[in-house]
């Protein structure tokens, strides 16, 4: 028994030696980056991957932005001689859905950069996972203001995001409701999300300092139907408008409640961008008329959005965009190939080598790129967003929402 | 004689009977507080507790499936709420061509009735193929069979349903006659919520009606007290229990479609969480015992909505609402202090004795 096992042990060990030798002499180039390179053979395809939420109630922010990814990788078609490979993960707009997701997606070597998360609450599990695989991770509608916050522990190497901050958003929401609505009491919910909660947080913060009252701060479960008594419950306040940035599902529901309950008949109602899209219009239906959600400013794009990628969209996908983060998404994609093509070597067969850490620095580097969203420069801690935001107001059985503000 | 007692009460019953003073203690000392605090006036409150009772209508019509069918085949069906999903996840599709021809508007006790119909007749045919393939085979098998063939059922219909009509949302089409208030006793009231309180009761009458006073109630009653002795006595096992999921199926639907009035979006994981509350109303009226299911249904229901701003707002507790189910399910596990076996499950438990 113990000879059988010997036998089997040297076999074993003759052979991992005989591979490790043979190993590094098959390849010319040496990778010296600190943490690691990928080797892409000649033929083979750029493997790249999304994590976003394709699936659910919330599925169309997520396929709005893959969509955005593919047309970019469709333009670009090939980089230095390689296809490009595009898999992914359903991210769940959930933490639980960003560990699944960034557990498998960090398992697998060939991956190069990830796009996604789509929801923030996914990018605070997924972004430690895809950041310690040694990938670049960048996010075209994560919004949460911690994750690219200089010094935050969320602030993960390897994390970059072409989304606005949620500092912005609820300074811009709050400012509009003094300077549009003459709003002086408001109240907020939010569905327990990261995304929503920072946004509430920052809207009530702004409100407040400009002169206005909290009347309450609530908050929901997104699985929840029955927003009605949570509704009813904020009436004696008397606030004027109620902010709850939360996603399509449940803010659909609670602009139908919030118009059929006591005392709320004729409070202004005001979403964020999670809720910019068609379902949010036909699951409130008439309730929607005069609906407001802050938004990336789509008039301040730039104008090959109109001239490109729009008609593009409906040649890829049949559509209008679904939802709002598409053209991050895009931009996201083209400074991750423009990244690889400045770092990535050649070998003289095809083979391409793309040392970790300098796509890392390289697209923290990115200076000035002329984007669908703006002039984009990415911040050391990986903001690349030009955030310009308005405000959209929706009206009964149409889509999309008409900007009223600024 | 202290020794007897000492031995009969154990560490764990201590342990729960704290709990239960404790569940007591923060509810009355909570509504106290939040009473003096006078945030609310008293048309705050009639307005939750009405919302309460719309939402406890449509509980009670789903629990009453989870309990007739553990009625009579001791098992929880928990692919109901599925079959809740079912009946209005159809019908929208009829409800949104009837308004785009413009009959929906034009002749809404009709169209209404036609949605109504559909989805009872969808739920209910659901519920008895249901029956017939998942369950029927495995009625012999050991307990836990039939109910982990449940799940599985409810995950396959859920999915189902996400083929076939994909993730997004559906939005009924909104009545006009049920738009607005109507003024009860100087106090504006939702059309929509007197409709659902009101349906609710009649329907829940009429089912009880049904299996208290006709003959096929009386089969039913049988069935559920002894299979094999009804099966001696020529009453047709496979057709009553048939007839039950039938009835129970049929009674999802309708109350799918009261759901549907107070939230009209339909959802493919819509019946999830309606399902674990009648489920759980089911339990806290005692299972089994129909009118305990109306009951039960009606105090989760305006527990939801009243606890959380009476419990906790007076505690000066943040966003009380994000707890609402917390502290339906604590009030639950109080009552089940008190009362093992639900509300008025005892009395079914005398008469079977």
Known sequence: MSKRLLIVFSALILATMVLSACGPKASAYECTDSIGCVTVASGDPIHLAYAMVINGPDATLGIDSRNGVEIALAEKGQLLGHDFQLTGEDDGCSAEGGQAAGTKLAADTTIVAVFGTSCSSAARVAAPLLSQAGFVTISASNTAPDLTLPGNENNWPGY????????????????????????????????????????????????????????????????????????????????????????????????????????LENVALMGADGMFSPDVSSGAGDASEGLYVSSPDLS???????????????????????????????????????????????????????????????????????????????????DCANPVIAVYEYHAGEYPPVKVWP | MLRTLRQRITVADIVVWIIGLAIAFVVVYGSIKTLQAGKYDARVWIDLTITGLALGGVYALIALGYTIVYGVLKMINFAHSEIFMSGPFTAVFLALALNKSGFWNSHPFISILLVTILAAVVSSTLAILLEKIAYRPLRYAPRLVPLITAIGASFFLQYAFRGFFGSGLQAYPELDILKGTWTIGSIPVYKTQVVVIVSALIMMLILYGFVMLTKMGKAMRAVSEDKDVAGLMGIDVDRIISTTFAVGGAAAGLGGILYILLFPVVHFFMGFIPGLKAFTAAVLGGIGNVPGAFLGAMILGILEAVGPSLFLNGMGIAAPYQLKDAIAFTILVFILIIRPSGILGERITQTKA
């Open chain 1, 160 to 263: 970059l995001r072409t989304a606005h901050s949620d500092t912005f958003q609820g300074a811009a929401a709050a400012q509009f409701a003094v300077d549009y609505l003459k709003a002086t009491k408001a109240a907020t919910i939010h569905d327990g999300s990261l995304y929503a909660e920072s946004l509430a947080n920052q809207f009530a913060e702004s409100f407040t300092g400009l002169g206005g009252t909290i009347t309450a701060q609530e908050a929901v479960d997104p699985n929840q139907t029955d927003f009605k008594s949570v509704l009813t419950s904020l009436a004696p306040g008397g606030p004027e408008l109620i902010y709850y940035p939360i996603f399509i599902k449940a803010g659909a529901l609670i602009t139908r409640q919030a118009k059929e309950t006591t005392g």
């Open chain 1, 300 to 382: 301040a794009f730039s104008e090959k959005y109109s001239t490109y990628f729009l008609p593009k969209y409906q040649e890829m996908f049949g559509s209008e965009p679904i939802s709002i983060f598409h053209a991050h998404a895009y931009d996201a994609a083209w400074i991750v190939m423009n990244a690889i093509e400045k770092v990535a070597v050649q070998d003289a067969d095809g083979t391409l080598h793309i040392p970790r850490q300098a796509l890392r620095d390289a697209m923290y580097a990115t200076k000035g790129y002329v984007g669908l969203t703006g002039n984009l420069s990415c911040s050391p801690t990986g």
